[in-house]
């Protein structure tokens, strides 16, 4: 089983709304990723974990806050977004982050989001 | 710091035909990996092909087979007997160990019929 699973697969939502993603994955993986992609552009990271714990996050703004309960959950809350964060939010996961060796990356089929 | 180029943000090729994509990187490392997603209209992303710089063999997957050249920073996919699930865009990235992924802004393939 290589699957990526992520809900819901749309979500339209008011800028004072509180929502959250999630992305699940059962291949024992112990990385997980979120991305954001604007329609036409390659995939944005936005936060790594590692072993259930933030690894990294890219400098993204408090509105969006990770969460990962467990090895195989990954859950993305939303709390006042704007308008331009619309986009596709991809969910990916990996073996390991890996270290001189890179491990590929699972892509789950995305979340797309409208703030309205 | 690292930038991967496609300049090739379209390309069309007849069902059956051979179509090669382009792909240029830049960096000072000397150990890295390039890879090749497909990103199929509303279908997840998925890996196509990858290669370790250290390998001086180009990769190889069925129809998918790339030319890297390393001292050139260039890494093309060529995809042959196109077929009409080839329709997608695709994306070069670069890696290095456990650095996040770099990706080029994608060729959208067009398959005719």
């Known amino acids: 089983d290589t699957e990526v699973t992520q809900t819901p697969k749309h979500l339209v939502m008011g800028m004072t709304n509180k929502k959250s993603l999630k992305c699940e994955q059962h291949m024992g993986h112990r990385a997980m990723y979120w991305y954001k992609q604007k329609a036409k552009k390659p995939p944005e990271l936005m936060f790594v974990?590692?072993?259930?714990?933030?690894?990294i996050n890219e400098s993204v703004p408090s509105r969006f806050s990770p969460e990962c309960p467990n090895s195989s959950l990954l859950n993305l809350h939303l709390h006042a977004l704007q308008p331009e964060d619309s986009a596709l939010y991809l969910c990916?996961?990996?073996?390991?982050?890996?270290?001189?060796?890179?491990?590929?990356?699972?892509f789950g089929p995305g979340t797309r989001l409208t703030v309205t | 710091a690292q930038t991967v180029t496609q300049s090739q943000p379209e390309m069309s090729v007849q069902e059956a035909e051979t179509v090669t994509l382009s792909c240029t990187y830049d960096?000072?490392?000397?150990?890295?990996?390039l890879f090749w997603y497909k990103q199929p209209p509303s279908r997840q992303m998925i890996l196509v092909i990858r290669?370790?710089?250290?390998?001086?063999q180009n990769a190889t997957e069925n129809r998918f087979s790339v030319n890297f050249q390393k001292a050139a920073k260039s890494f093309s996919l060529k995809i042959s007997d196109s077929q009409l699930g080839d329709a997608a865009m695709y994306f070069c990235a670069y890696r290095r160990g456990d650095d996040k992924i770099i990706f080029g802004k994608g060729t959208r393939l067009h398959i005719l019929p």
């Open positions: 990916a996961s990996s073996q390991d982050l890996g270290g001189t060796f890179s491990y590929e990356q699972y």
């Open positions: 960096t000072s490392e000397s150990d890295y990996y």
């Open positions: 290669q370790e710089a250290y390998k001086q």
């Open positions: 974990y590692s072993y259930e714990k933030l690894s």
